[in-house]
């Protein structure tokens, strides 16, 4: 498959020719047709060049995620602008003054309100696909933030790479309840210009009225964090979910139990993603597959892209043994502001994964979260597996803290029902005795990131505190 050189514009403009009365963009207010979406991305773009908002230019804009934010959002691309996404619980300013880098922001956007601070003049020619279209922020859960710069060629290739591995559907309603300022929900937004669905973004996500939703737009599909799809089939039998199909399924690992549960409550075929903000996407599964093929790993790598398993001397893993996941292609980054990288170069992810011998990705930690324990690597993802394999488990996360006799040791902070007594015990009979948890500590809630991960950092500072 080859890339493809296109706006996200040039898509939304030839569906809504083809498809004018479809419902494109929906919330609590209404639904928005493939028409009426372009007409008011037109007319936004016109008034962005009379207030001096032109290509290239930098603007803010508070990721609230509804019909609003996804307009702006569409029209920053059609006239070649960067749209700088930041946190929605945070005020503009404090976000940006906040960062540890200065950015040329000509324009702060809130709602259907912009103010300009440094308007431009306009620049002839086409708006490039390859160029800077999105600054993103990574979610910063095991270090300090970095500004990710993603364009529309990113974006565009990764959906156009999905389309025969997603199950998608010409009536599908997607249900935007990820953040837009995270890659996993603006790949989910770009994707009603290139594939056409339409995508409805709820008042809130809390789980009850993310489930009345479904039942009363009819969702379809979905993108989600396996915490939330397992939330979901906890309280399903309360709702009609019949008109879910399909759903992407990635940012935190889930065991297979968990996997095939969640298929079976929610009557949903589940494809394994694996990606990350700097580069959207790097493997899938295929919805054809078998359920016990697609609950084993984060599916094949994605065909347009090269990946490579570094060990730590540099030499390419074989198959089956673990190393450094290393990629490139379409879907990764510009490069982290200001620098771009050189179009082919590798990326390392940070993350430790294999490759089995049907090409399947398996990951099995993050290479930052490795705990030294008496000189021998331990990660803390068997760990967390077999944690949450343990009925009554519903969250679990392990971090490495520091020992006088030796050096770390795995700590665990646990949600669920059973006792730190019960989960040693049931632990020594799954676990090697040098990655059992010194101790586990039970939790009333995990502290999450924004993208629905456990917050290493946070549970460290948690975890910090029972040390005597």
């Known amino acids: 498959m080859k890339p493809v050189n296109r706006t996200l514009h040039s898509f939304l403009t030839e569906y809504a020719c083809r498809q004018p009365d479809r419902r494109l963009l929906g919330g609590p207010e209404g639904w928005l ?57 945070r005020e503009i300013r404090d976000f940006l003054s ?20 440094t308007p431009s003049a306009p620049e002839e020619g086409e708006v490039d696909p ?7 922020f990574t979610s910063g ?82 993108n989600g964090v396996p915490s939330l799809y397992l939330a979901m089939a906890e309280q ?15 940012g935190g690992p889930y065991t297979p139990e968990q996997f095939c549960r969640i298929e079976e409550v929610l009557g949903i075929t589940l494809i394994p993603v694996y990606g990350m903000s700097e580069c959207i996407g790097i493997a899938c599964g295929n919805w054809q597959d078998s359920q016990a093929l697609r609950a084993r790993g984060v599916g094949r790598i994605y065909s347009m892209n090269t ?15 673990t190393g450094e996941i290393h990629v490139t292609g379409p879907a990764r980054m510009v490069g982290y502001y200001p620098d771009r990288m050189a179009p082919e170069e590798l990326l390392p992810t940070g993350d430790l994964g294999a490759l089995d011998g049907q090409g399947l990705l398996c990951i099995t930690g993050r ?30 996360c392990v971090v490495g ?31 090697p005795k040098n990655q059992l948890p010194l101790e586990i500590i039970l939790g009333e809630q995990m502290p999450m990131t924004g993208s629905g991960k456990p917050d290493k950092m946070a549970v460290r500072e948690v975890l910090k505190k029972w040390i005597l």
Not at 236 to 244: I, K, M
Not at 307 to 321: F, N, R, V
Request: charged share 20%.
């Open 33 to 89: 047709t493939a028409a009426q979406t372009l007409d008011r991305v037109e007319l936004l773009a016109e008034r962005l060049g009379r207030d001096g908002i032109h290509r290239g230019d930098f603007v803010a804009l508070r990721a609230v995620r509804c019909v609003d934010t996804a307009l702006w959002l569409l029209t920053l691309q059609c006239i070649g602008a960067v749209a700088v996404l930041t946190d929605p619980r």
């Open 98 to 117: 906040g960062l540890e880098l200065s950015l040329p922001v000509s324009a702060l956007v809130e709602g259907d309100c912009m103010t300009v601070l």
């Open 130 to 136: 390859k160029a800077p279209g999105f600054l993103i």
């Open 141 to 222: 859960s095991t270090g300090k933030p970095k500004a990710v710069m993603l364009s529309q060629y990113n974006l565009v290739n990764n959906l156009v790479d999905s389309q025969p591995l997603g199950c998608y559907h010409p009536e599908d309603i997607a249900l935007g309840a990820l953040p837009l300022e995270h890659v996993f929900g603006l790949v989910l937004l770009a994707g009603v210009c290139v594939l056409g669905y339409g995508i409805y973004f709820p008042e809130s996500t809390g789980l009850e009225h993310l489930l009345s939703c479904i039942e009363n737009q009819k969702i379809t599909r979905m």
């Open 236 to 250: 399903a039998e309360r709702y009609d979910l019949s008109s879910l199909r399909a759903g992407f399924i990635g």
């Open 307 to 321: 990946c490579k398993i570094l060990l730590p001397d540099g030499s390419e893993a074989s198959t089956g043994q």
């Open 367 to 396: 290479k930052k979260d490795i705990i030294i324990r008496n000189g021998v690597n331990i990660a803390p993802q068997p760990i967390e597996d077999a944690l949450r394999s343990i009925p009554g488990v519903k969250e679990a």
């Open 401 to 431: 803290l520091p020992h006088a006799l030796q050096g770390e040791v795995p700590w665990a902070l646990v949600v669920g029902t059973r006792t730190a007594t019960e989960l040693f015990a049931i632990l020594s009979g799954l676990l």
